[in-house]
């Protein structure tokens, strides 16, 4: 009878073989392999009933590691002894498949589902998959590298940057994440590594409901968290935890949004994982005069006016619209009307006038940031402690990263209005309308104040406001406006809503040199 063996390389087998008339046996012995003979004890392989048994003098860690590879059983037919591999390979024995099977079975594979098939942004899937193989470029990963760098975490204010820590160890990371787990009504205690956290993630949530939802739930922390670390590293600007809080939440949401086939908000993905709208206007310019600042008059900025501003341009920012803003100074100093005056000329009057402007500009952005807003002042002319210079390319890509850009000190030259510089800045940063706040409802046929059946018109052209000189904007901005196919909402700043209403390109106001939308009812 014919007995059939796997072939196992790491062991070398000394056959002794022995027969009789009623049966046959074959040993093989080990003792070559070691000097530990105790340790080893006979295994019989094979079928008890039939004439064959195989016999092998092997230790009990050699059975625990080789047992499985080992495959012995008892051969059928006749035939002479010969070794084989029964490994998984069709084409006989290979060192790949051999490899593969010393390799032990326990540890954890890299759940590749739960990074690239949830709804999140493709480069936050990148972003968490470098992240799962120890890749994104935390301090002691840049320091591996010999790049010498502070080992500093920004985030908990102590030493010591590693991925895990940031991402979900840090006193913030741990902050989030709690909160983030209240809401969900889970307890948790926070794994070692990201790898870990995302293979057991799945199973922390039964409700089929919200199982998408908590699917997205690592990637836009770590993503959030990640960009928080670089803002602080980079642009020294810092958000509070509640503010990290909300833009987690709204990021959620924002993703959330895009799986629904009704598409309530209508929101698109950019590059940075902000959502993108699809509303009228992509990207605006508002031009917000010092007059409107001031509200009632009673103080020369009006708390309560750059509050409601804030809020409503806060509305239309998480909904993906950029939005870049140019405000005035007349509610502090206008540089045309104080020329002349006390021996003023008329360029000392429009640099105080700009200046006056960029302390609107940081009240403004004061408050912005109060809820959460990320916001940057540039101004016309260098002021490094309070501002940032303009640079265009910069403006542009503060817009796309979801910051809200404040223009001041109008073009930085003198004999422009602000007006003129919210068609230059248009212009430059490729918005696609000026909407124009004012303290009316938009253009008239007639001076509403004087004439109480004065008309509201709904649209115009550039050339019915130089025909019939509307003082709508000064000459030099509506030529601006003209030549580059810049389109001009005038509506009311102090109604309610009306601002969010104007960046989302609803029908509200006076539309110059343009055509509202058909469909969309005036409001």
Not at 121 to 134: E, I, K
Not at 389 to 410: N, S, W
Request: net charge positive.
């Amino acid at each position: 009878m014919a007995i059939s063996t796997t072939f196992v390389p790491l062991l070398s087998f000394n056959t002794i073989s022995s027969s009789s008339s009623s049966s046959s046996s074959w040993s093989f012995s080990l003792s070559s392999l070691t000097p530990f003979r105790p340790h080893y004890h006979p295994l019989v392989v094979g079928n008890p009933s039939s004439n064959g048994r195989l016999v092998i003098q092997c230790s009990s860690s050699e059975m625990g590691s080789n047992s499985d590879s080992m495959n012995i059983s008892s051969a059928k037919g006749h035939g002479e002894d010969r070794m084989c591999w029964s490994g998984s390979s069709k084409d006989g024995f290979q060192v790949r498949n051999y490899y593969k099977t010393l390799l032990p079975t326990a540890g954890l594979t890299v759940p590749w589902k739960r990074i690239w098939k949830t709804n999140a942004p493709p480069c936050v899937a990148f972003f968490v998959w470098a992240a799962v193989l120890g890749r994104i470029l935390t301090t002691n990963n840049l320091r591996r590298r010999h790049v010498i760098v502070l080992d500093w975490c920004c985030m908990s204010k102590e030493s010591g940057e590693s991925i895990s820590h940031l991402l979900l160890h840090c006193s913030a990371a741990r902050e989030v994440w709690l909160f983030i787990l209240s809401i969900f009504g889970i307890q948790w205690v926070m794994p070692g590594g990201v790898l870990y956290l995302l293979s057991c993630w799945g199973d922390s949530c039964h409700s089929v409901r919200i199982r998408k939802l908590w699917d997205m739930v690592p990637p836009c922390v770590f993503w959030c968290l990640w960009w928080e670390r670089n803002s602080r590293s980079f642009e020294a600007t810092e958000r509070n935890l509640m503010e990290i809080k909300g833009t987690i939440l709204q990021t959620l949401m924002d993703w959330q949004s895009q799986m629904s086939s009704m598409a309530p908000f209508g929101v698109t993905m950019n590059e940075s994982g902000m959502s993108k709208s699809s509303y009228k206007w992509q990207r605006v310019l508002l031009k917000v005069s010092g007059e409107a600042l001031a509200g009632d008059h009673k103080q020369n900025i009006d708390p309560k006016v750059t509050m409601s501003i804030a809020r409503e341009v806060a509305a239309v920012t998480r909904l993906g619209i950029e939005v870049a803003i140019v405000v005035g100074g007349g509610n502090i100093f206008r540089g045309s009307s104080w020329a002349g005056s006390s021996g003023l000329d008329r360029s000392s009057a429009d640099y105080i006038g700009m200046l006056a402007t960029v302390m609107n500009a940081i009240f403004l952005q004061a408050t912005m940031e109060s809820i959460g807003i990320p916001t940057r002042v540039q101004t016309a002319f260098r002021m490094s402690e309070v501002a940032e210079p303009y640079i265009r390319r910069r403006a542009v890509r503060h817009l796309e990263k979801g910051r809200v850009v404040i223009f001041a000190a109008g073009t930085g030259n003198p004999f422009f209005t602000t007006d003129t510089a919210a068609a230059l800045r248009c212009a430059e940063i490729n918005a696609e309308v000026v909407l124009k706040a004012t303290n009316v409802d938009g253009v008239f046929d007639d001076d509403p104040r004087r004439n109480p059946n004065a008309r509201l018109l709904d649209t115009l052209t550039y050339h019915e406001v130089t025909a019939k000189d509307l003082s709508v904007m000064d000459m030099t901005a509506i030529t601006l406006c003209q030549e580059n196919n810049i389109p001009v909402v005038v509506f009311n700043l102090g109604k309610p809503g009306n601002i969010a209403k104007a960046i989302k390109g609803e029908r509200v106001g006076t539309l110059i040199g343009g055509k509202w939308n058909s469909t969309v009812a005036r409001t």
